[in-house]
């Protein structure tokens, strides 16, 4: 059963980020066709800059791709910047939670369900991070026609591979858990007496509880939306260095909600590993836009979702 949080104090918190009155620069350019690039930012409630990628999946040339299995685990861990120039792609998002963590290895357990090129190879789990990330967490699937929706656990499969909507996996992607469901916040909350059948379990290395949630940490976030019509793709980060102190995920959730008309969206791994990669339409040369809270390079991550896209008639630089 779902259960979240999603009320009128909820938006009210959130009221200050996504419409205060220190509304700051907001800067738009289309350095491929069908790819929209935003920066924005504001100095409410805190200094706060997001970098936004948005995908027209009905746009000619538009492909994206996964992260393949490979390696003893599950993939073989390396940068989003790096993995988008192995791909010859044009733009990327970090993608999946992973394990074991923190770790110098460089191969990993990709936590969540994950498809690349119509390879199914990691299942629905129950983490062990149950504090934070829900057990059988929705994912973000794109069949190879670009046709793209929130997927969910078959229960009548045991091996967790299969979801109850009749689609094909093709490119697929989890998260924590679903922050925006249907244009509204859905942050989890912590099961206790009065919330019985809620999806996180109290705990982790702060004892995280409601009213004390793993969601509300003021960080580095990632997250991946879908509009009401499922045609245009959010990839959203925000950072917390280079003078950007963050966001919580329920603040991610209102942000995408208010300006960018996003329906559906899932939080992904984020702080150290919050990467989005745009290649120079000049150059071709793929790299970080926003500022890593890991390493100039940005961190090596479990999964990247990788955006292929044709040359703008427009070319625009950022």
């Known amino acids: 059963m779902r259960t979240s949080v999603s009320s009128l104090l909820v938006a009210l918190a959130f009221a200050a980020v996504v419409?205060?009155?220190?509304?700051?620069?907001?800067t738009t350019t289309h350095p491929y066709a069908?790819?929209?690039?935003?920066?924005?930012?504001?100095?409410t409630p805190r200094p706060i800059r997001t970098h936004v990628i948005q995908v027209d999946l009905r746009a000619s040339g538009i492909r994206l791709t996964l992260t393949p299995p490979a390696g003893p685990r599950e993939t073989i861990r390396q940068s989003s910047a790096a993995f988008v120039s192995e791909?010859?792609?044009q733009?990327?998002?970090?993608?999946?939670?992973?394990?074991?963590?923190?770790s110098t290895d460089t191969s990993a357990w990709l936590i969540g369900l994950a498809a690349s090129e119509g390879r199914v190879f990691s299942a629905?789990?129950?983490?062990?991070?149950?504090?934070?990330?829900?057990?059988?967490?929705?994912?973000?699937?794109?069949?190879?026609?670009?046709?793209?929706?929130?997927?969910?656990?078959?229960?009548?499969?045991?091996?967790?591979?299969?979801?109850?909507?009749?689609?094909?996996?093709?490119?697929?992607?989890?998260?924590s858990a679903e922050i925006v469901t249907g244009g509204v916040v859905t942050i989890p909350r912590y099961r206790d007496a009065a919330h019985p059948e809620a999806l996180?379990?109290?705990?982790?290395p702060r004892d995280y509880a409601d009213g004390h949630s793993w969601y509300d940490v003021v960080t580095a976030r990632s997250a991946i939306g879908l509009s009401r019509d499922g045609r245009t793709l959010t990839l959203f980060t925000v950072d917390a260095r280079g003078g950007s102190d963050g966001m919580s995920v329920g603040e991610v959730a209102a942000w995408l909600i208010?300006?960018?008309?996003?329906?559906?969206?899932?939080?992904?791994?984020?702080?150290?590993?919050?990467?989005?990669?745009?290649?120079?339409p000049a150059t071709g040369k793929a790299a970080l836009v926003n500022t890593s809270s890991d390493n100039p390079n940005g961190r090596a991550v479990g999964s990247t979702l990788a955006v292929f896209a044709r040359p703008s008639r427009n070319r625009q630089s950022w």
Do not use: C, M
Not at 19 to 25: C, E, T, V, Y
Not at 139 to 164: C, E, K, W
Not at 270 to 279: D, N, P, Q
């Open 34 to 43: 069908g790819l929209t690039y935003t920066e924005a930012s504001t100095t």
């Open 91 to 102: 733009a990327g998002i970090n993608g999946h939670f992973f394990l074991p963590f923190p």
């Open 87 to 89: 791909v010859h792609a």
């Open 258 to 280: 208010d300006k960018f008309a996003v329906w559906n969206a899932l939080n992904v791994d984020g702080g150290g590993s919050t990467s989005l990669v745009l290649a120079d």
């Open 200 to 204: 996180l379990t109290p705990g982790g």
């Open 124 to 175: 629905f789990e129950t983490p062990e991070q149950a504090y934070a990330l829900v057990a059988d967490a929705p994912a973000i699937n794109i069949d190879r026609r670009n046709h793209a929706s929130i997927v969910h656990r078959d229960p009548a499969q045991p091996d967790g591979r299969h979801v109850r909507e009749a689609v094909e996996l093709w490119t697929t992607v989890a998260g």
């Open 19 to 26: 419409r205060g009155p220190a509304a700051a620069p907001r």
